[in-house]
């Protein structure tokens, strides 16, 4: 339907209707690209990963994983993966982690560019949620620390959402906060908008957890 180049530290967002999917992907290199989206009917239904999270017992999203909103709907269902190394728990840059990382160098992060985003919407700061970053190899250890796991992305990495409602959604292009490349320079990724294939009776992401089952359930009241 449509395809986005967006240039290193960028930002970009797009209506996404139910049944259509939005494919990130790193065509030029490793890059982390963070998420937020809204509900294209009402705004104060958020994405939210804390709930995501928590609601299927894992950090670790991949293939056959879905995001939920704050009102336990789901909103993307992940089709397809070929990295399974995604951040739902740090979030994105900031000014202070960009001024923390690379000295007091005025650089383009996450947070500035999702509130540019909101205000041309008509929204503001406290509309924004927290961001899932695809392509950040975050984990936790065994004493609860967070930790950058190196060599788990490339080139030619891909995600595949399928919404699952019909939304808003707003990315942003800037290095994450634990990346220990010393230069704030992401390379440009691709964003590819397209009509996803009907979900099978037996599709992975309605049928893979109960929680997700309960998800899908809400959604059709």
């Known amino acids: 339907i449509h395809a986005e180049t967006i240039p290193g530290g960028w930002y970009w967002s797009t209506p996404l209707k139910a049944g259509e999917a939005l494919r990130i992907h790193l065509a030029h290199g490793p890059a982390a690209v963070s998420m937020?989206?809204?509900?294209?009917?009402?705004?104060?239904?958020?994405?939210?990963?804390?709930?995501?999270?928590?609601?299927?017992?894992?950090?670790?999203?991949?293939?056959?994983?879905?995001?939920?909103?704050?009102?336990?709907?789901v909103m993307f269902s992940l089709m397809e993966d070929t990295s399974g190394?995604?951040?739902?728990?740090?979030?994105?840059?900031?000014?202070?982690?960009?001024?923390?990382?690379?000295?007091d160098k005025v650089l383009r992060n996450t947070r500035d560019n999702f509130v540019l985003e909101a205000l041309k919407r008509g929204l503001d700061k406290r509309d924004i949620p927290p961001a899932i970053t695809f392509f950040a190899p975050v984990r936790t250890d065994a004493d609860g620390k967070f930790r950058w796991i190196d060599g788990a992305r490339q080139q030619g990495d891909f995600v595949d959402?399928?919404?699952?409602?019909d939304l808003i959604v707003a990315l942003s292009n800037c290095p994450h906060p634990m990346d220990p490349a010393p230069d704030h320079a992401p390379p440009p990724v691709e964003a590819i908008r397209f009509q996803a294939p009907a979900p099978a009776a037996d599709d992975l992401c309605r049928t893979a957890t109960i929680e997700a089952v309960r998800g899908f359930e809400n959604n059709a009241r």
């Open 36 to 73: 937020i989206a809204w509900s294209a009917a009402d705004a104060s239904e958020r994405l939210n990963y804390a709930d995501t999270v928590k609601v299927q017992w894992t950090s670790a999203l991949g293939k056959g994983r879905v995001l939920f909103s704050d009102m336990g709907r």
């Open 85 to 103: 190394m995604h951040d739902a728990l740090v979030g994105g840059s900031t000014p202070a982690s960009n001024r923390a990382r690379y000295g």
């Open 161 to 165: 959402l399928r919404a699952e409602m």
